[in-house]
């Protein structure tokens, strides 16, 4: 069955500290891939997104993911956070153009940042 | 331009009963996906509507069940309601199928079975 992991459940940083959150998914073929994020109090918004070319994309705030093919993975990056990042992160993949086309959501990463 | 509408709020039900659940999306969009959020399990996919049409169902019970109207807003209903149906359901919207493009995310209607 298809599936989406994401294996920092919660994680704890301080300002100014790198985050990496991880994602992977078991789907093959064609993929597209996002990361939402669900601020306190607010309601769940698109964070960036991968449809093709380059693997490297960029989103809103500072954050970053990197496809990497190989790995079925699409981890998510900032290199300094700030407090104001404390949120919940989802990861979501579809394999679009595959026989469901379903988008299936990871179970999520609650990120606190120390301030 | 107004946001992903989701009524009611709140809703508190006994188990047994049904409950319908309404979601008004964006304007122009035409694909509406429901999903039930509890903690712990993460955003788990209900069901997506494409232009009146059932596109995707996730893997639930026959007793969820929805449908998306002509105007493009949308209702999710649950018969025979257990206490495991507690959680807070949650409809985005999109211009394109939700796989494809950037959903749209509503408020939830936290719906609590006791």
């Known amino acids: 069955a298809q599936s989406v992991s994401q294996h920092n459940h919660h994680v704890i940083l301080s300002e100014a500290a790198s985050l990496e959150l991880g994602c992977n998914y078991s789907y093959g073929g064609t993929v597209n891939l996002f990361w939402y994020v669900q601020y306190p109090g607010q309601h769940l918004q698109l964070l960036l997104k991968?449809?093709?070319?380059?693997?490297l994309v960029k989103g809103i705030k500072g954050f970053e993911a990197e496809f990497i093919k190989s790995k079925f993975s699409f981890n998510l990056r900032k290199p300094s956070v700030q407090w104001s990042d404390t949120a919940e992160y989802f990861c979501a993949v579809s394999n679009y153009g595959g026989a469901t086309n379903k988008l299936i959501f990871g179970t999520g990463t609650l990120l606190a940042v120390q301030p | 331009k107004a946001g992903v509408t989701q009524t009611p709020r709140y809703l508190i039900k006994t188990r047994g009963q049904q409950v319908t659940l309404s979601c008004s999306p964006i304007?122009?969009?035409?694909?509406v996906s429901w999903y039930q959020q509890t903690p712990g399990q993460g955003l788990q996919f209900l069901f997506e509507y494409f232009s009146e049409t059932q596109r995707n169902k996730g893997n639930f019970p026959g007793r969820f069940s929805g449908r998306q109207f002509s105007n493009s807003r949308s209702e999710m209903n649950v018969s025979t309601l257990e206490l495991g149906d507690s959680a807070l359901y949650l409809c985005a919207s999109s211009l394109g199928l939700a796989g494809a493009d950037e959903q749209y995310f509503g408020p939830g209607t936290r719906l609590t079975v006791t």
């Open positions: 304007s122009g969009h035409r694909s």
């Open positions: 991968y449809f093709s070319g380059d693997p």
